[in-house]
């Protein structure tokens, strides 16, 4: 709370202080706080309301004042030019007018901003600072404590004040609904009771208590209570405040719960949005640096069709410049045409691979065939193949190998296990592909198999691990077999390794062959 509180007296109130107190803002909340100060009424409350500022004529909370004989003011600066105020409470939903309060308000004048946001956290600061200079008045004190729970009634957050035994002495009406329990019920019971249901104060690692903390230091303490509620889990946000009498002795506490459970679903969801993003983005970049390798590979493949066109096209030209062709020759041209539209076709799915290898797509669940895609990247890499002097084996089972999932994640797991393969075998070797369902039949299973340098016993468990490898630096970063990892997990199937050093390394995934691992894979790529 910003300022001095300089209450002033009243008649009626015995010669007692008596806060003047300006509202800024008149819909529901300020019609009810309007109500609370009328009805207790400035000889219980030690405060009244000594004006109003609202620009709409229509609004409840100024109507209902100016019905109490209230002044009404249609702008804030008219109210900040009131005499003799104390207190500012912001009712208004529009964040200028707290900004105009700050501006214009004299210094001593002090600000609560708006209850349903900070206003208990700053209510409990001045409320103990305004007991702690009116501590030997126990007059005054009644009033602050009147005050204090008649704007503790208005808040949304639980508030009870306990003893020193955990018996409560006050709680309010949010706590009380929390609770599911009536004011006589809650007065005298623990703390524990109400919260956990519990018989003995809570004292664990995972449930500590803030007010024994409060007690033994005379400190606010601070934690985060798991609270069940017919097995639904909420979470809270415990802080305690110590009360102290004349003496300065801490002999009751102020406890502030806050639910917290939509604040860290919220936080939980956007974490786990970022988490998907950086994957997304870290998937692609391994798709990059996989499209680099298979360039100079493409080049080659395509290289040879466009070869046999030319010397097709140059054939064809010579003959026609010499003259008209004979039949013969046409039937020749025929042929040679033929041939230059197939290695064309040839060209255009060679580069429509690479397309479609290097196209950022968004996560799309469908039925794929496992196939189609083997038969793409094998194309694509074959020429890299010749050149590292490794054969190919491929071995597929007759039987679909049709899964559901995301037709690009799963060639990027792909084109990710085959080049693993060809980099474990830098002096050539053999690379088997196979494919088939597994041995319960339930599975769609593909297996990589290199005879390659294999990996050793000890980095088997850690193969998975972000940023774990054993390749040279410079050579990759270890994320590789990370994304994929989490790509098989999120279409509902699993990776097996087999791996002996020096004689090779089998990599097995399996995975569901029907729609059943969709809404899954929905999921995790939504």
């Not at 500590?208 to 209570?225: D, N, S, V, Y």
């Amino acid at each position: 709370m910003q300022g001095q509180i300089e209450a002033d007296t009243a008649g009626g109130t015995g010669g007692r202080p008596v806060l003047k107190v300006g509202v800024v803002g008149g819909g529901r909340e300020c019609l009810d706080l309007v109500r609370l100060f009328q009805a207790r009424g400035p000889e219980r409350l030690g405060a009244k309301i000594a004006g109003l500022a609202e620009p709409d004529p229509e609004a409840a909370g100024r109507r209902f004042a100016a019905e109490q004989g209230i002044p009404v003011f249609r702008s804030v600066e008219a109210l900040m030019e009131m005499p003799g105020l104390d207190l500012v409470v912001n009712l208004s939903p529009d964040p200028s007018a707290a900004e105009r309060v700050r501006r214009m308000k004299p210094e001593h004048v002090a600000l609560i901003d708006r209850p349903a946001g900070g206003l208990l956290e700053g209510l409990v600061e001045d409320a103990l600072s305004l007991m702690g200079r009116l501590g030997a008045q126990a007059d005054e004190l009644s009033r602050v404590n009147s005050f204090v729970g008649a704007m503790a009634e208005l808040t949304e957050i639980g508030v009870m004040i306990l003893d020193d035994d955990y018996r409560v002495a006050w709680i309010n009406r949010s706590a009380l609904n929390r609770a599911r329990l009536t004011r006589e019920e809650a007065l005298g019971r623990y703390c524990f009771q109400i919260s956990h249901n519990a018989r003995t104060p809570c004292d664990s690692l995972e449930t500590p208590c803030p007010m024994k903390e409060t007690l033994r230091t005379g400190q606010l303490a601070h934690a985060i209570h798991e609270h069940m509620d017919q097995g639904q889990a909420s979470y809270c946000d415990v802080s305690t405040f110590p009360l102290f009498n004349r003496k300065g002795e801490a002999v009751q506490v102020l406890e502030v719960i806050r639910d917290i459970t939509s604040d860290l679903n919220a936080k939980l969801e956007r974490r786990t949005r970022a988490i998907k993003d950086d994957l997304a983005r870290l998937v692609q970049e391994d798709k990059m640096i996989s499209l680099g390798k298979l360039v100079a590979s493409v080049a080659h493949e395509i290289n040879n069709p466009i070869a046999s066109i030319l010397t097709f096209n140059k054939l064809m030209l010579k003959t026609i410049r010499e003259g008209t062709p004979p039949p013969e020759e046409l039937a020749a041209f025929e042929r040679y045409l033929d041939l230059s539209v197939l290695e064309a076709q040839r060209c255009g799915r060679i580069v429509g691979n690479l397309l479609s290898f290097a196209r950022r797509q968004p996560i799309e669940p469908k039925r794929i065939d496992l196939a189609e895609i083997l038969d793409r990247i094998v194309t694509l890499i074959r020429h890299q193949m010749d050149l590292a002097n490794v054969s190919l084996e491929v071995s597929l089972d007759k039987t679909p190998l049709e899964i559901w999932g995301d037709y690009t994640q799963i060639q990027q797991c792909l084109t990710n296990f085959i080049f693993n393969a060809l980099e474990a075998m830098p002096d050539g070797g053999r690379l088997a592909i196979r494919g088939g369902p597994d041995a319960a039949g339930r599975l769609v299973r593909i297996e990589i198999e290199d005879t390659g340098s294999g990996i050793a016993p000890e980095h088997l468990d850690r193969i998975f691990e972000p940023f774990f490898s054993t390749k040279a630096e410079g050579h990759g970063v270890g994320l590789g077999l990370a994304m994929v990892y989490g790509i098989i997990r999120d279409h509902r199937g699993r990776i097996e390794v087999e791996s002996e050093p020096g004689r090779g390394t089998t990599f097995r995934v399996l995975l569901p062959p029907g729609p059943a691992g969709g809404d899954g894979l929905m999921e995790a790529g939504s």
